[in-house]
């Protein structure tokens, strides 16, 4: 073999152990990741996880679900498919299980979703969703943290509207399976909640940790022109969220 011949086979064989090398680790990376979510979300594979339905408050039908909303669902369970699991549909009213044995993801706030006001009674009781006075001139509730006041507020208000939205993670007892809850001014900041929780879980991950329950409120900006696009965090309130309100004096 000459020397040229034999510089080709070495330059050949230095490539492919190269690419094979690249490949392995990129193989390895992805499983990690991969690992790394599905621990966050309680979602190991051929789990399964509930996604719990709200109701359009607005709507006189009771089995009316936002548009917004349906879109919120599909990208929670592209999520639950992408970790190999399964996810199972129900409506919030037709819930009767305890928590902690399958992961859940709970959409909507607790006018229009009965296992969400359960959730926030029980594990997040410094929240409430307040109706406006009268003379506000619109329905959206506004949110409640502690002290803390987060208003809707109207395109008249603010350019495009300005709505917000909790998204915390419940963790009932160690070990457990976690429950997600967002739970939105308006359909369109569920949506913008179920989104930010896809795309940013590795950042909640390494702020809250795997294991870690978390409370924070997002806001969306200019939902007419962006719609859930544009979100940006407002606040953290995992303390307030989950200390009781102490009974106001007689």
């Given at each position: 073999?000459?020397?040229?011949?034999?510089?080709?086979?070495?330059?050949?064989?230095?490539?492919?152990?190269?690419?094979?090398?690249?490949?392995?680790?990129?193989?390895?990376?992805?499983?990690r990741r991969l690992g790394r979510q599905r621990a966050f979300f309680g979602l190991p594979a051929n789990g399964e996880a509930l996604l719990v339905v709200n109701r359009q408050a607005s709507a006189p039908d009771v089995k009316s679900v936002a548009r917004d909303d349906v879109y919120a669902l599909m990208e929670l369970a592209a999520l639950v498919r992408e970790c190999g699991a399964r996810a199972t549909l129900t409506g919030h009213d037709e819930v009767r299980q305890g928590l902690g044995d399958?992961?859940?993801?709970?959409?909507?706030g607790p006018a229009g979703n009965k296992r969400t006001?359960?959730?926030?009674?029980?594990?997040?009781?410094?929240?409430?969703?307040?109706?406006?006075?009268?003379?506000?001139?619109?329905?959206?509730?506004?949110?409640?943290?502690?002290?803390?006041?987060?208003?809707?507020?109207?395109?008249?208000?603010?350019?495009?509207?300005?709505?917000?939205?909790?998204l915390?993670?419940?963790?009932?007892?160690?070990?457990?399976?976690?429950v997600f809850v967002i739970a939105g001014q308006t359909a369109v900041s569920n949506h913008a909640g179920a989104r930010y929780l896809a795309a940013n879980h590795r950042t909640l991950s390494r702020e809250h940790g795997r294991d870690g329950a978390f409370a924070v409120v997002l806001r969306?900006?200019?939902?007419?022109?962006?719609?859930?696009?544009?979100?940006?965090?407002?606040?953290?309130?995992?303390?307030?969220?989950?200390?009781?309100?102490r009974p106001a004096a007689a």
């Open positions: 073999m000459t020397d040229g011949v034999l510089n080709v086979v070495l330059g050949l064989a230095a490539s492919a152990i190269s690419a094979g090398l690249g490949w392995l680790a990129q193989t390895l990376r992805r499983r399958k992961s859940e993801f709970c959409v909507g006001a359960a959730h926030l009674e029980s594990w997040l009781p410094g929240v409430a969703f307040v109706s406006p006075p009268a003379e506000v001139g619109h329905p959206v509730h506004t949110l409640l943290v502690g002290s803390r006041e987060f208003r809707f507020l109207t395109a008249s208000e603010e350019p495009g509207q300005r709505a917000h939205v909790l915390a993670r419940i963790h009932p007892r160690a070990g457990s399976r976690p969306v900006v200019n939902a007419r022109a962006y719609g859930p696009d544009v979100v940006e965090l407002e606040a953290d309130v995992t303390a307030a969220a989950t200390t009781r309100p």
